[in-house]
């Protein structure tokens, strides 16, 4: 169970470096993708298989569909690989990476030298809990991340509309 | 069999998170951008999961099942306006969008 | 019940003119209406009341008001009245009526807002003379500053490339507001160390008044009341906001600001920052007779230099606030009282300047001094009634100023000989100001020959009734002196602690 | 009887306010004459009544008492009031200002025929007799300093009559501010006695002073010193002296009134009046003599070097001002006054006339384009000749000749011989300039047009108070010897009688060769004295005299310019602009801020994340 949980975390740290330093959109999609799902291994073996069957399908599922969808309308294709490559000049990453790096440090320093050792044993906690606790003292929160998904909807229809019809009326947009 | 200390699934999430973090800031691609926000958001929820299981409390899960809602919300309508820049700016670069300056 | 009324008349009348705008020239005759009730009614306290000398140290109030108001934190509506808030309020009336008077034909747009802000501003006056509960005096302290800002916005004028209006109002608005922020946290401060000491909440003057404080801290407590009674009194360093105030003030605003605001500023000094911290006073007196001197001599060499009419006055009102200064710290009844009838003296001709370079401004269409000259005998009597103001300026002897300066300067001259010295000084310059008024303005070759409109009814009487009461307290200002001899004796006591040891030991009496 | 005469004292000063109180606010319906009849009325009453009382207290039937009106100010020990006291010095100064006063209110009438404003100048006019009759009257030092400061007052408003012309009021202006730095002078000399002594009552005040006091004490000294400042100011002495000649630019009237008889005596009053201190400061009493001594000479020579008739005079009234201040420094107080009264006579007359010769002459004033109006001006003549003698002290015959001689005999009694020579030089210099004066204006031939067709005055109004004047001046003025021994100490020559005689001699001897070396100087000598004064150590002197000793000069270098500079440069209010820096400040900083709002995303994410890793960072540590 450990084995699969680290080498899991290895490929999801290295998906997500091929994400952020990949030049084709595409590439870096299926990175992302690639990344996610392992991420969800690691809840199975963590022992949160609810949390890891939503990652799968939610996530990395829905989530990601709609990314290659947009990537798709906007045939981001190899041209575009070039474009990235002339902004991905070293200047431009070395700064913020060393910030990263500095903030991942000084997280990892807070972490190592916290002495809470608690170790996660094999005990999953199944749907069904998780399911209880929802419907239980949660209901407000779960109402209001249903009202919060509406909105979201409401608003990608209303942005993601195709500006034909004042193309159509002269196109003076 | 020992069990993998919190620390290190917390560790991965920092990971995650850092990396997330580094291609925001690096990227001039809002696509990139957008994905290393996934990213980050990931992190966050692994870092959820990570303390639900070593406290075997569900919150955590529910917690993290909040944090996929947002991450589909926000997604949906990063898109839906990466969309709309696309079609007024004719490119991604982030750069290009800094009409609303001080 | 009186007090009450006092204050409310003044807030209903400006609800009335501005309802009243509709039926064209009524707010005016409103305003006139409460503001003549304000008058009177001071006037029958005044006669009704009787001000022997009461039990020393007792706060004898003529008239008290005491009602709940915030009991949780023992802020109650408590109103009173002695001799020296009585005169000032009397003064307000009577400036509140000049005011509405000399803007009869000033102000044509909007009259209705503009006597709602006047008389606005004048009850935040009158309830700053009246409020004894600290919270409560605060609370009228910001209350006067709104309707002032918009009085100078609204309907001053702007200087033509120069600064404009609005300028001037913020300015005043921050000045004002800035330095009340520093009174609201000295007061604060003060109450809760008398808290600490008695464990009571109140905001009450008399309880506040036995707070024991450490020296430093009422040292403290003293500067945040006195910088914030600086800025109103203009004392020199934080003076800048009166010029361009009055410069580009309507007359109305102009007579209200020099008239009363002023004084709100030596009423404050002698009511609260006095009293509350005496020993602290008595230290800091010589720095404040300091600046009082500093504010003279500033302020008059201003004066000489100005070319806008309206400017030159409002620096003479800070020499001579300087005097009042030099008066309130000095700790001598004699200095005491004629710090009082210098403040009515310099409400009355200063305002009487402003009335009239108001005037000017009808007639003329300017302000400035380089384009009058050689007015004397195209304005009717309007120039007689100005050498009549100079001269009070000037401060001398048979008008009021000069009974209120010397007073002043009697009384100080044995606490501080040199300042004395020195402030006489200032007098050679106040000549120099009033006269290179008198000369740019009426004497001198005329630029025009044609004559203009002389005073009509209104402005003459107006004239006349203020110039009347400059020469009838410099010649018998008894009553003025009866009123607030109490009130001026117990702030004397104060100083009775070890007074300032004058640099130039002279033999006493 | 007797008490209702004295009853009738505060009319002599309300008769005057009235008068002014009327044609102020006549506002002009009054028309000339009206105005000139209140005017002169107005001071004729005046006049009238302190002939009535004067005459009480002269046969004894009221003695010099105080008269309360009422309390002016009561606050604890400082309770001046407006009181009136009575006693010979106060009623020889009220009887010359009615009397002279009303002389020249009516000649007034006559000069100012057609002028436009007469109202406002008969207002004026009365509103200064008014404080100058509080100024005699009153008993207590702060209603002398109302007086004190109305008098200043009118004196600028009278000087700067004809405001029309910018230079007027200049030298108004100048007069008010010189005059005034004397006032503030007086006023700390006032701080300063009721500091000391609790009251301002004069005569409490003198004999407090006397009995706390001994002489020679500092403190004493230094209030005798403010007192006499007050007066060099007011009686244009030394250093405070440079505004009476720039003085002359008002009406001739009000130079006879103010600048000659009534107002520049003031100080000398003063001194009089407060004898009780200068007692006890012997020091400051010399300081006094010395002082009067070299105005006396300075203005000798200045008035040699003149060329407008009025400044001629101007600089007389300093010189015969200096001969009082030299009686005062002496002790010799009575003397003093003696010489101010017959000195307001003559100086009245000589300043009348000239003022007839200026109407005459279409307001031409310069001596060098008048000339040969003897047969043109007789009557003008006259008064310049009985009016010259005086001034110059014929002996005998003049009044001038009487008062001068007394001072000169008290300076030698007082075994002040410096003084006296200084006297004796100075009546000859009087003697040369008012010969040249008298040459000039009436003797050789009219140098300009003006002065040859000049038709003489007519009317009662012109005449009759030159004639007045002129028997005042001569014998009889002197038999209108006051007597002021209640009031003064003896003087220092009152029982040493040894050179009296001698000194008279002297001085008559003096005054007749000034007066014959001036005729033989101005009548043949003309042309060499041109000559003279043309080049060289002459124009040299004649410049220096011209500018009286340059002190006018130097004044407007040292004070006027640096002050006029002070005010140039403060004209922008710096520490109004200083509190400004406030605002600049905020604006700089907003300036600095609003730039790093700069629009890119990237630049934001970047300062989040730097937040982001401070924070971590702070509570990791802490």
Partial sequence: ME??????????????????????????????????????????????????????????????????????????????????????????????????????????????????ARVIGGTSIDAQAVGGLLFGPWLLVVELAAMLLLAALVTASHLGRDAEPDRASGGES | MSGIPMEHGLMVASALFAIGLAGLMVRRNLMFVLMSLEIMLNAAGLAFIVASTAWAEPHGQVMYLMVITLAAAEASVGLALVLQIYRHFRSLDVDAVSQLRG | ?????????????????????????????????????????????????????????????LRELRLPWIPRFGIELHLALDGLSLVLIALTGFLGILAVLCSWKEV??????FHLNLLFVLGGVVGVFLAVDLFLFFVFWEMMLVPMYFLIALWGHSEPGGKTSTYAAVKFFIYTQASGLLMLAAILALVFAHQAETGELTFSYEALLATTLSNELALLLMLGFFIAFAVKLPVVPLHGWLPDAHAQAPTAGSVDLAGILLKTGAYGLLRFALPLFPEASAQFAPVAMGLGVF??????????????????????????????LIGIYSGSTLALQGALVLMVAHGLSAAGLFVLSGQLYERLHTRDMTRMGGLWGRLGSLPGFSLGFAVAAVGMPGTANFVGEFMVLFGTFPAAPWIVVLASGGLILSAVYALTLMQKVYFGPAQKSSPLPGLDVREYSMMLGTFALVLLFGLYPQPLLDTTGAVMSNVQRLFEVPAVSSTFNLGGK | MMEMTVSLLPLTFLLPLAGTLLLAFSAGRLGERGAVWIGTGSVGLAALVTALVGAD???????????????????????????????????????????????????AGWYMRGEEGITRFYAYMNLFVFSMILLVLGDNLLLLFLGWEGVGLCSYLLIGYYYQNAANGAAAMKA?????????????????????????????????????????????????????????????????????????????????????ATMVTAGVYLIARMHGIFELAPAVLYLVGMIGAVTLLMAGFAALAQTDIKRVLAYSTMSQIGYMFLALGVGAYSAGVFHLVTHAFFKALLFLAAGAVIVCCRHEQD???????????????????????????????????YSKDEILWQALAAEQQGLLIAGLLGSLLTGLYTLRLIVGIFHGEPKSKAAENAQPGRGPQHSVPLLVLAVLSTLLGAWLRPDLSAVFPAAPGADAHAGHTAVQLIASATAIIGILLGAWLFLTQGPKLARLAAEGAGAFFWRWWHR???????????????????????RRDWLDAFCGLAGQLALVLHAGLSRSQNGQLRHYAIATVVGATLMVVILARA
């Fill in chain 1, 3 to 116: 084995l699969a949980f680290y080498a899991s975390a290895l490929v999801a740290l290295l998906a997500s470096l091929g994400v952020v330093t990949g030049t084709n959109p595409v590439h870096a999609l299926l990175y992302l993708i690639v990344s996610l799902i392992s991420v969800a291994l690691t809840f199975f073996a963590l022992g949160a298989p609810f949390a890891g069957a939503l990652q799968v399908i939610v996530y990395a599922g829905a989530i990601m569909v709609l990314f290659v969808f947009v990537v798709m309308m906007l045939n981001l294709g190899s041209d575009a690989s070039a474009q990235e490559r002339a902004w991905l000049k070293p200047r431009t990453w070395v700064g913020p990476s060393i910030l990263a790096g500095l903030l991942l440090l000084a997280l990892l320093g807070t972490l190592l030298r916290g002495d809470v």
């Fill in chain 3, 1 to 61: 019940m009186i007090l009450a009324g006092l204050i409310l008349i003044p807030f209903l009348g400006g609800l009335l003119c501005w309802q009243g705008d509709r039926w064209g020239e009524a707010p005016r005759w409103i305003a006139l209406a409460t503001m003549v009730a304000v008058l009177v009614t001071a006037l029958a306290l005044w006669a009704g009341a009787d001000f022997r000398l009461a039990d020393p140290g007792a706060a004898a109030w």
């Fill in chain 3, 108 to 113: 044509q747009e909007g009259i209705g807002f």
């Fill in chain 3, 295 to 324: 504010g003279i001599f500033y302020g008059a060499l201003l004066a000489c230099g100005q070319k806008d009419i309206k400017r030159l006055i409002a620096y003479t009102s800070i020499s001579h606030m300087g005097f009042v």
């Fill in chain 4, 57 to 107: 207290f002269a046969l004894g039937n009221a003695g010099p008492q105080t008269l309360t009106l009422y309390t002016w100010i009561a606050v604890g020990e400082f309770a001046p009031s407006i009181g009136l006291r009575l006693d010979a010095l106060s009623l020889t100064m009220l009887s010359v200002i009615t009397g002279v006063g009303f002389l020249i209110h009516w000649f």
């Fill in chain 4, 176 to 260: 008010f501010i010189v005059t005034r730095i004397g006032d503030v002078f007086l006023a700390v000399g006032l701080f300063l006695l009721f500091t000391q002594f609790g009251t301002l009552d004069i005569a409490e005040l003198v004999t407090r002073a006397t009995q706390a006091w001994s002489a020679g004490e500092p403190l004493a000294q230094l209030a005798a010193l403010l007192i006499l400042g007050g007066a060099l100011g007011k009686s244009a002495q030394l250093p405070l002296h440079t505004w009476l000649a720039d003085a002359m630019a008002g009406p001739t009237p009000v130079s006879a009134l103010i600048h000659a």
């Fill in chain 4, 367 to 401: 001596i060098r384009r008048l000339g040969g109006l003897r047969r043109r001006l007789p009557l003008a003549y006259l008064s310049f000749v009985v009016g010259g003698a005086a001034l110059a002290a014929l002996p005998l015959v003049t009044a001038g000749f």
């Fill in chain 4, 548 to 570: 009286a000793f340059g002190f006018d000069g130097l004044y407007d270098r040292v004070l006027v310019r640096p002050f006029l500079g002070l005010v140039q440069s403060l």
